[in-house]
């Protein structure tokens, strides 16, 4: 028997290990956060990424008078602090927003405003490094919480299936338009609903649907965004997401049979699921047991799919059954392959190519490659060109920030400056062909002065046998559709 692997990989302290020594600085759009004054009322602090956090806000503690919510913290994307949640989101009790400020901030928070807890609330997170945020916390002199999944799901009057994952990058994307697909067979109609990307203004951003992509220009679609809802739009599908997801609930469930909850990085779902199936990463096996809260996916779901075995070894998937077995036995397990898919094959061969990747999947998750590198080497590239000694302004810092990218030219673009950053690096690194391993249509978006190919990865049900006889044999989307049957 496989021994599972469940050592955690190396992690860092956040951000917030060393503490100011001045007070936090708050955003000029923001009052100074008043310290609640009422007898049992605590003062929280909600540690997020501009998602899970203002959604725990929303459902748990915006309408709680035994709460006072001083701020919100914010890491993981870049430059979505120093700004507010509006007063429009926050509600009454709120009349001049809260303010987000740097993660760094923490502990100077906690002491200058007597903060009795802080709340962790974002995802793709290693355990020892949430340990350490709550050591910070603790040192601060506040309790530090973790709020469990059930408390914070919506309730759907339609069935809805949740894809989630143990990382950012097992590969969810494709998995969601597989089932997609399969429900549109049976005569149903989809709507996905995404994990939410408020990057721009959040009052704006509040209920967000996506059927096209002039939809997405009008939103000014960031190109993190556009990964995510650009290949469900183009299979015919209609997206939500934003910042208040029981508004996007009543709005998303009026125009659907079944919902399908698209979760980001490996957050938990926001909606209760009728069926929870959960993506794992072979090629990072032992994930699945050392990243916050992608186990407590595991431990929940109703079915694991092991992904990209057509690129693991067999020790490696042996080790992610094993784990998968001993945190959630009752899971039906599915084996899959992530197929890529280039236009032109041929093209590939012998030529030095310029890698450009998924930037989540790379940055935060950890991935030292994407689809691009996995067509280059399918296809016999000649060599992979540098972009590093070519990256301009803010890639600079995204190469110094995550040293494990190698070559690999992460697609950011959470702002026009990134963007524009992207586009000269792209066009200054020398090559024969740009391989495009983002799922975003970045040809629209920038100028790209050399050749370029899209690169993409499908979803496959693995033939030969390994799946769990709970299945029957069964493929992804005919377990999935037959335990939705069985819903009540």
Not at 41 to 53: C, E, K, L, P
Not at 145 to 151: D, E, G, I, Q
Not at 318 to 344: G, H, K, M, Y
Request: proline residues 8%.
């Amino acid at each position: 028997m496989t021994t599972p692997h469940s050592a955690a990989p190396t992690s860092t302290p956040p951000a917030t290990a060393s503490a100011p020594a001045s007070p936090a600085r708050l955003p000029a759009t923001c009052r100074a956060p008043a310290p609640a004054d009422g007898a049992g009322v605590r003062n929280v602090v909600i540690m997020g990424a501009a998602g899970r956090d203002f959604h725990n806000f929303n459902v748990l503690l915006r309408d709680d008078p035994a709460v006072h919510v001083v701020a919100f913290t914010a890491a993981q994307i870049p430059d979505i602090d120093g700004r507010c949640y509006p007063a429009a989101l926050a509600g009454p009790r709120y009349p001049d927003g809260v303010p987000i400020l740097a993660e760094r901030e923490l502990a100077a928070l906690c002491r200058d405003n007597r903060v009795h807890e802080v709340i962790f609330s974002y995802s793709d997170v290693a355990h020892e490094a949430v340990m350490h945020a709550a050591s910070l916390a603790l040192a601060a002199g506040a309790d530090f919480r973790l709020l469990s999944p059930t408390a914070t799901m919506l309730r759907a009057d339609k069935p809805v299936v949740a894809v989630t994952a143990v990382r950012t990058g097992c590969g969810k994307s494709p998995v969601t338009r597989h089932l997609c697909a399969a429900v549109l067979e049976r005569g149903m109609r989809p709507v996905v609903v995404r994990h939410p990307m408020p990057y721009g203004d959040l009052a704006k951003q509040a209920v967000q649907r996506f059927a096209s992509h002039a939809d997405m220009d009008a939103a000014d679609c960031t190109v993190e965004e556009r990964e995510e809802y650009e290949h469900l739009v183009d299979a015919g599908i209609v997206v939500y997401a934003g910042v208040d997801y029981a508004r996007i609930l009543a709005a998303a469930q009026a125009e659907a049979d079944v919902l399908l909850w698209d979760g980001g990085n490996n957050d938990t779902p926001f909606f209760r699921p009728d069926v929870h199936l959960t993506v794992c990463d072979p090629l990072r096996s032992g994930h699945e047991l050392t990243y916050h809260p992608g186990e407590t996916n595991l431990r929940m779901c109703h079915v694991a799919v092991i992904n990209k075995v057509d690129t693991a070894t067999a020790e490696q998937v042996a080790t992610v059954r094993a784990n998968i077995a001993a945190a959630n036995p009752a899971a039906r397990v599915l084996l899959a392959d992530s197929v890529v898919e280039v236009d032109d094959p041929a093209a590939i061969r012998r030529a030095r190519v310029l890698l450009v990747e998924d930037g989540p999947t790379l940055t935060h998750g950890g991935l030292p490659f994407g689809a691009a590198q996995a067509a280059a080497e399918m296809h016999g590239a000649g060599r992979m060109a540098d972009p590093r000694p070519y990256a301009r302004g803010s890639l600079k810092q995204v190469f110094e920030n995550y040293p494990h990218l190698g070559k690999a030219l992460p697609a950011m673009g959470y702002s026009r400056r990134q963007l524009e950053d992207l586009e000269a690096t792209i066009n200054a690194t020398p090559c024969d062909l740009v391989l495009l391993g983002t799922p975003v249509r970045l040809d629209r978006l920038i100028r790209i002065e050399r050749p370029w190919l899209r690169v993409r990865y499908t979803y496959r049900d693995r033939a030969e046998t390994g799946s769990s006889p709970a299945t029957n044999g069964a493929g992804l989307a005919e377990t999935v559709l037959e335990l939705l049957e069985r819903t009540p």
